[in-house]
């Protein structure tokens, strides 16, 4: 063994709830749909962890824990929206990022972790957490197993039973491959092949198997990683803070004021033809051959790539521009300040574009989401904005922050609802829509698309495809399954 193990008494409790955990997920989730069953299952991870941490660490609120804490609201909203919302790409984004901030939550609480959260090397330790500790800890009951046989029985027959054991899980793998190859080689061995399992047990057996190895599985992860986690181990750290070394500074202020001065010219430039041309609607003035649509839709991708490269060049001109004249690097403060600002104008150059393009040709999912990432990249730069004046700012940490708060926000704009409102506006202004695009959101949208069930144009056509829309749900029989969203979709069509 490369690891300690704790006292018995300690690690019974701790396989217990693992094991309930894992009979948990299996009424939970097998064969059903999501539902509420996800926010429930993490509140049972939740009662598990803090069960065990208060045995083990003495987990208690402190304020440097202030953050981890805090995790707790995002975490159960995103797994929340899997009972609220019916939107299939936000429900596959929260399955994999709502055991992320699970994780990193419950590492930071037992202080499981060398480096500071909002840094590249955190995200390290999360992965080493899972992929090494949790595996490698999995282990712990087959050994304390393997332990109470061996002292119970004969040291001779014990090494022979391992042997045989041993040869046996060799032996499976070679075993199904000569057996597929066998079967299409000849097909009567194959049909009395097929034929073998069938004779020995019915398919009902077979899922209970499967079903049994699903929890065993689940089980031991939830065992080991909170093992991990909480029990005894050479890669337990304390949360000192982390003694970083001063960067070399490698550019020089001169060099930045003159990149930074050219810069904001052809900015300031382009800030005053975007106001007389794109704002100030200046249709007449435009080129030839060109219409003002067409000028207002131009553009947009630029746009937004111009930004990124302005935020990759504000970012790396904070960090690394060189300190040692304090007059050349106030100048170079007012210079990325003024390239913020005008930075922040392309977005809303950006946005705008995208808002006339949306009323000309109707809203989406990529349209509305290209929106709410303009919107975010306006917020790093005002946070950016204030790491300019304020050396002692962390812009890593505030970021992380503000990710996090941006992406449960998103979550709970309901993009569908968002959509179908301004496309059914847009149809009431204009007389265009697209009923089969509107009929392809997800439920959360089918109580506002219901509202054009008394258009004489339109109406009958999308009565027909949500109706087929609302056949295609599954009855949900099952209470785990249940979702607001589809329910109400049904109860509005019924």
């Not at 109706?467 to 749900?473: A, H, S, T, W, Y």
């Given at each position: 063994m490369d690891f300690q193990i704790e006292r018995k008494p300690s690690l019974r409790w701790l396989f217990i709830g693992s094991l309930v955990i894992g009979l948990i997920g299996d009424y939970l989730f097998y064969g059903k749909d999501f539902g509420i069953s996800y926010p429930l299952f993490v509140l049972c991870l939740y009662g598990l962890f803090f069960w065990q941490a208060r045995e083990r660490i003495h987990l208690r609120f402190s304020q440097d824990q202030a953050f981890a804490w805090l995790l707790t609201l995002p975490t159960f909203l995103l797994a929340l929206t899997f009972f609220l919302y019916d939107n299939l790409f936000f429900h596959l984004l929260n399955f994999m990022i709502v055991p992320f901030l699970l994780v990193a939550q419950t590492m930071l609480l037992s202080r499981r972790y060398k480096r500071e959260w909002h840094s590249f090397g955190f995200f390290g330790e999360i992965v080493e957490m899972v992929m090494y500790h949790t595996l490698r800890h999995t282990r712990i009951p087959f050994v304390l197993l393997s332990r109470r046989i061996r002292s119970r029985v004969d040291g001779t027959k014990y090494r022979m039973a391992k042997k045989v054991l041993t040869g046996i899980g060799i032996s499976l793998p070679l075993l199904l491959v000569v057996l597929t190859l066998l079967s299409q080689a000849d097909g009567v061995f194959g049909h009395f092949l097929e034929e073998i399992p069938r004779m020995l047990f019915d398919w009902d057996s077979a899922e209970a198997l499967f079903r049994l190895v699903l929890i065993g599985s689940v089980a031991l992860v939830s065992f080991g990683y909170l093992y991990s986690s909480l029990g005894p181990g050479q890669h337990?750290?304390?949360a000192a803070p982390v003694i970083r070394e001063e960067k070399k500074i490698a550019w020089d202020g001169v060099i930045v004021v003159t990149i930074l001065t050219i810069i904001n010219v052809v900015y300031a430039a382009f800030t005053v033809i975007q106001i007389s041309y794109l704002f100030g609607g200046a249709q007449t003035a435009l080129p030839d051959g060109m219409t003002y649509a067409e000028y207002a839709k131009k553009g947009f991708n630029e746009l937004v790539v111009v930004t990124i490269i302005n935020f990759i060049l504000l970012v790396s001109s904070m960090y690394l521009v060189s300190r040692e004249k304090p007059l050349t690097y106030r100048i170079v403060q007012v210079l990325l300040s003024l390239l913020t600002v005008c930075t922040s104008f392309m977005l809303y150059s950006a946005y705008f574009r995208l808002s006339l393009y949306q009323e000309a040709y109707g809203y989406t999912y990529s349209r509305l989401l290209a929106h709410a990432f303009m919107v975010f990249l306006f917020v790093l730069f005002a946070i950016a904005l204030l790491r300019i004046w304020r050396s002692g700012f962390s812009l890593p940490k505030y970021y992380g922050i503000a990710a996090i708060a941006a992406y449960v926000i998103v979550n709970y704009l309901n993009i569908d609802v968002v959509i179908a409102e301004n496309n059914i506006q847009r149809y009431h202004e204009t007389g265009e829509i697209d009923t089969e695009y509107l009929a392809g959101l997800s439920s959360d949208a089918v109580p506002v698309i219901m509202t054009l069930a008394q258009d004489k144009s339109v109406g009958?056509?999308?009565?027909?495809?949500?109706?087929?829309?609302?056949?295609?749900?599954?009855?949900?029989?099952?209470?785990?399954?249940?979702?607001?969203?589809?329910?109400?979709?049904?109860?509005?069509?019924e």
């Open positions: 337990d750290v304390a009958e056509s999308v009565m027909q495809q949500i109706r087929e829309k609302v056949e295609d749900l599954e009855e949900e029989s099952d209470w785990q399954s249940f979702n607001l969203a589809r329910s109400r979709a049904q109860a509005y069509v």
